[in-house]
């Protein structure tokens, strides 16, 4: 485990543990020892993140960066929020990408085989870069729930993936955020996997604000990094 140098280490106590019984593949790929404190080199610290200066007009447009030959199907939303310190500062320069279901509950991937349709007009990944407020905007479709596996009859909420990058690889960091009333959550190892105290920081907030007149739906999150306010991340 490396500790990014400058930075308090992680509370621990708002996270999802490693290995985890209700979601059974941690238990294959979740390390069982304790870790190992490792000095990052400056090239580690410092090292360039590829995507910061790469990025296109519709990275953060998912209703549009898929598209062949029309819209993408499904409830269009807008996603937005900012990143943030431990001690409420904004956390500029932040490359975040997303991905995600389409609206029938299917991934772009090989491997996802789910009996749901494909949608020739849906990538369903994105990118963007933080300003100087650290804020981040998206716009996307909300992604459907899908069969995964992990125990009969098993069924992911919705959700969508982020990751956020620093100045360097080391610094990265995974998370998911989820929807306001699913019913799936009270079901889903995964969620059930962090700390109860923390739960609700993976759930977005409706926000009129947000919302665009005959457009989407807005749904607020901020991702804080550290300290007693953390957003949890994954292992």
Same mark, same amino acid.
């Given at each position: ?9 992680? &509370? ?8 985890d ?14 870790? %190992? *404190?490792?000095?990052?080199? @400056? ?9 910061? &200066? ?8 998912l209703?549009? =960066? ?10 269009? #939303?807008?996603?937005?929020?900012? /990143?943030?310190?431990e001690?409420?500062?904004? /956390?500029? =320069?932040?490359? !975040?990408?997303?991905?995600?279901a =389409? ?7 090989? %491997? ?6 494909? &949608?020739?007009?849906?990538?369903g ?15 996307? /479709?909300?992604?459907?729930?899908? *069969? ?8 992911? *909420?919705?959700?969508?993936? $982020? ?7 080391? +610094?990265?960091? /995974? ?13 889903? *190892? !995964?969620? $059930? ?6 739960? &609700? ?9 947000? +919302?665009?007149?005959?457009?989407? @739906? ?5 991702? #804080? @990094? ?10």
């Amino acid at each position: 485990m490396t500790e990014v140098t400058g930075y308090g280490p992680r &509370d621990w106590s708002s996270h999802p543990a490693y290995v985890d019984q209700g979601y059974k593949s941690t238990a294959l790929r979740g390390p069982t020892k304790p870790l %190992i *404190p490792l000095k990052a080199t @400056l090239s580690e610290l410092t090292g360039p993140v590829y995507g910061h &200066d790469s990025l296109g007009a519709l990275d953060a447009d998912l209703t549009k =960066n898929g598209a062949k030959n029309g819209e993408p199907l499904g409830e269009r #939303i807008v996603v937005a929020g900012r /990143v943030l310190d431990e001690r409420g500062q904004p /956390v500029p =320069n932040t490359l !975040i990408e997303i991905w995600q279901a =389409n609206a029938a509950g299917r991934y772009v991937h090989v %491997i996802d085989q789910h009996a749901a349709p494909l &949608d020739p007009n849906f990538f369903g990944g994105g990118r963007c870069v933080t300003d100087s407020e650290g804020r981040y905007r998206f716009y996307t /479709v909300k992604p459907g729930a899908y *069969p995964w596996g992990n125990h009969h009859n098993a069924w992911r *909420p919705n959700h969508i993936h $982020l990751s956020l990058f620093g100045p360097s690889y080391l +610094t990265r960091l /995974v998370t998911q955020m989820y929807f306001p009333g699913d019913p799936l959550l009270e079901l889903d *190892p !995964i969620f $059930l996997g962090t700390p109860a105290k923390a739960r &609700d920081r993976l759930v977005a907030k409706f926000s009129l604000d947000l +919302t665009e007149p005959d457009f989407a @739906l807005g749904y607020a999150f901020d991702i #804080i @990094l550290r300290g007693a306010t953390a957003t949890p991340m994954e292992a």
